[in-house]
């Protein structure tokens, strides 16, 4: 069975750290373009970061350039998403998803989903 499964999430404060990871099982990961993408209460839901499969590309929404870092471990089959100086307006439940093309922002692009973990950064 086909399956990613984020986790990392958690309460934390204001210029705070994070690390999500999301792990897949049922298939290699390093043959997917890998995005993040967070939903907050009553918001669409928005890609956040992505890495290629071909060459290792990373991209950043311009909310989060130069606070979040997204790196994949291969031997691990896992992705990873760094978070620093996180904000208030992180908050939200964040999800990643595999794509057998190459990165892109449009969620209907993915074709696996994980079941998303909560972020929450509050003082």
């Known amino acids: 069975q086909l399956q990613l499964v984020e986790s990392g999430g958690g309460l934390v404060q204001p210029g705070g750290s994070l690390r999500l990871s999301c792990a897949a099982s049922?298939?290699?990961?390093?043959?997917?373009?890998i995005g993040w993408f967070r939903q907050a209460p009553g918001k669409e839901r928005e890609g956040v970061s992505c890495?290629?499969?071909?060459?290792?590309?990373?991209y950043y929404a311009d909310s989060v350039k130069g606070r979040f870092t997204i790196s994949r471990d291969n031997a691990k089959n896992t992705v990873y998403l760094q978070m620093n100086s996180l904000k208030p307006e992180d908050t939200a439940v964040y999800y990643c998803?595999?794509?057998?093309?190459?990165?892109?922002?449009?969620?209907?692009?993915?074709?696996?989903w994980g079941q998303g973990t909560q972020v929450t950064v509050s003082s």
């Open positions: 998803a595999a794509a057998e093309s190459d990165c892109s922002g449009y969620v209907p692009s993915y074709d696996y």
């Open positions: 049922g298939f290699t990961l390093d043959y997917y373009a």
């Open positions: 890495i290629s499969s071909s060459d290792g590309s990373t």
